[in-house]
């Protein structure tokens, strides 16, 4: 067995036995769940920012309609959590289909900002529209997840903790096979050459407005998705949980991590989730822990992480 097909078991074993290990402490157990909530929001974002090369700063409303698409679906018309996920689904990718086609005409830091322009209507739209999403006031009792019936073994419920623990954290691997898949894939190199070579690219008569859509669409849907997750796991929300802040935070996690490498998204978004968990004596100086730590990053190690471990081990080989 190779090396590192065992060190990936490992992993998932010690990741299926964590809720045996920590037992009910509710607290390192919300840790853990938020933490894997930001790996697939870093997941979304280096997907398109990492491999296609776009900063599209209308993620973070695609997560705010993929969690009011459910939230308001099962809140004010008793629907089941069976119609309100496909639904979140859908809603997100025609919203993301109707943002990406006039946004991707525009280029470089033109796109940045136009999608952020998209981004907040989104989220004015989501503060203002009171009789559907409740404005400011934000919606409450959000319940979780419906069961799921499993043959020979009766059904999963998601009530508890663990239960939501182990949903998330297949959506988790999901979301990193996804990106895994399609770095590796044909479409992924075509992605890396959009971004490395654009013009080059399409001079190859490679439809380079079609890919930058299709992999627009892919990472808004994956927004949307951790969005109806986030809503009925936290089972509250508010015109913040759409904004511009997620996008940014999630892009900070890729930075650190390593953005356009498939490990740097969750390194990223594990140290900086955890890190702050020992910072709360220094409470209003975390900020600027982070600001400063943000910056040597950008100076000194801007591939992040991985993008630097990669690099080491890459020198070493050729020695």
């Known amino acids: 067995m190779k090396k590192s097909v065992f060190l990936w078991l490992l992993v998932y074993v010690v990741l299926l036995l964590i809720p045996f290990i920590i037992g009910d402490n509710r ?8 933490t894997m909530l930001w790996i697939m929001v870093a997941i979304s974002i280096n997907i398109i920012t990492g491999t296609a ?38 809603i997100t990718g025609i919203c993301s289909l109707l943002v990406g086609i006039p946004a991707l005409k525009l280029k470089g830091a033109y796109f940045a900002i136009g999608t952020l322009i998209y981004g907040a209507i989104i989220t004015m ?63 992924g190199l075509v992605l890396l050459s959009i971004r490395e070579k654009e013009d080059l690219t399409e001079s190859l008569g490679i439809n380079i407005r079609k890919n930058k859509l ?21 089972g ?26 498939l490990l740097g998204p969750i390194v990223g978004s594990i140290i900086l989730n955890v890190i702050p968990e020992f910072l709360h004596v ?28 990669y690099k080491y081990a890459a020198n070493k080989k050729r020695k």
């Open 27 to 34: 607290y390192f157990f919300y840790i853990i769940v938020t």
């Open 53 to 90: 090369g776009l900063l599209s700063i209308a993620h973070g409303g695609f997560f705010g309609i993929g969690a009011y698409t459910s939230a308001v679906l099962v809140t004010q018309y008793g629907a089941s959590t069976y119609l309100s996920f496909p639904a979140a689904i859908i």
């Open 125 to 187: 739209i989501i503060e203002k529209w009171e009789s559907l999403t409740k404005g400011t006031y934000g919606i409450f009792a959000i319940p979780p997840e419906n069961s799921i019936p499993v043959p020979l073994i009766g059904s999963i419920g998601f009530n508890s903790i663990t239960g939501q623990y182990y949903l998330i954290l297949f959506f988790t691997i999901i979301f990193y096979f996804i990106m895994s898949r399609l770095v590796k894939s044909p479409k």
């Open 214 to 234: 299709i992999c627009f669409i892919l990472s808004s849907v994956m927004m949307g998705i951790a969005g109806f997750l986030y809503a009925h796991f936290v």
């Open 236 to 261: 509250y929300l508010s015109p913040d949980d759409s904004s511009f802040f997620i996008q940014f935070q999630g892009l900070i996690f890729c930075v650190i991590g390593g953005l356009g490498t």
């Open 282 to 309: 220094f409470k209003g100086y975390r900020l600027i822990f982070f600001g400063v730590m943000l910056l040597c990053f950008i100076l000194f190690m801007p591939h992040g992480l991985m993008g630097a471990y």
